[in-house]
């Protein structure tokens, strides 16, 4: 397991322009420290494309993210990118769901079959839960705080505001949507890629890492503990409410959630249209 916490990429010019700006959000480089610089990724474009165009349903289907600078800045741009990665930000909240719902009808089951045995150690091997196979001490506590969902919302508008709307060169380069770092002594610095920053073979594969991460990683903890208390309390698991419940992800602390949460209610009906 990581030690330290995974830094990422984020928005750190963005926060001081007005909400209404979301659209045109620039990456930014967390390094080690409380300390950061910012940068512009420039998103010139030879050929943008109507406003009217939007972007294919069926490109959803390929692996890497494709290039999105060609779309006018702006809705358009913003409507290929979640028509991009919205898909699969669904489908890997439908295969978290599934696992829990099967969790929870399990939990005061006293008969196991072997398959059934197996999916346990599976999930727990997956979610980073210690468990010794015995199912009258199945970690309970500990699998449902961690097999839980990351509101869809709140996974559009990270994306978003790591990736500048997928326009950012770690995102084209690496399809590495959330500028997550690699671990130390595991980075594959190959030609073209950014270095130091994980790379991912599709857009799927760097939303499941987000998602993973945000659930077994140990900086989340906190994160992780407010989502079970409001599943305790039967209420509803949602963006406005975990986004302000994340602490770590930048050097900026609450001032990019700050950041985050105004993004999101800017983009809201826009994102809630494409889940």
């Known amino acids: 397991m990581i030690s330290t916490p995974i830094r990422r990429f984020g928005a750190t010019i963005l926060m001081l322009l007005t909400v209404s700006f979301s659209g045109e959000v620039l990456a930014k480089t967390h390094t080690d ?9 420039k998103t010139t474009s030879k050929s943008k494309v109507s406003s009217k165009q939007e972007y294919s349903r069926n490109s959803a289907k390929s692996s890497s993210l494709p290039d999105l600078r060609k779309y006018p800045s702006g809705t358009p741009r913003k409507k290929a990118f979640l028509r991009t990665v919205m898909p699969y930000i669904t489908s890997q909240n439908a295969a978290i769901t599934a696992d829990r719902n099967w969790l929870t009808s399990k939990q005061y089951d ?3 079959s072997p398959s059934e045995r197996t999916r346990l150690k599976e999930i727990a091997q997956r979610y980073k839960v210690s468990w010794n196979g015995n199912t009258r001490r199945v970690p309970w506590n500990a699998l449902l705080e961690r097999v839980d969902i990351i509101p869809g919302s709140m996974v559009a508008t990270m994306a978003a505001a790591e990736s500048g709307w997928g326009t950012s060169k770690l995102a084209r380069s690496n399809n590495n949507l959330f500028g997550m770092k690699c671990a130390k002594g595991r980075c594959n610095n190959a030609p073209g890629k950014v270095k130091g920053y994980s790379q991912f073979e599709s857009v799927k594969d760097s939303v499941n890492a987000y998602v993973v991460n945000l659930n077994t990683h140990p900086a989340y903890s906190s994160f992780r503990k407010s989502r079970a208390q409001l599943r305790k309390a039967d209420q509803e698991v949602t963006a406005s409410t975990m ?4 602490k770590g992800y930048s050097t900026q602390g609450q001032s990019y959630n700050n950041y985050l949460f105004a993004m999101y209610q800017d983009n809201q009906r826009l994102i809630a249209a494409h889940m």
């Open 33 to 41: 420290t409380s300390s950061h610089k910012a940068h512009v990724i």
């Open 110 to 112: 006293s008969r196991w």
């Open 243 to 246: 986004i302000h419940k994340l």
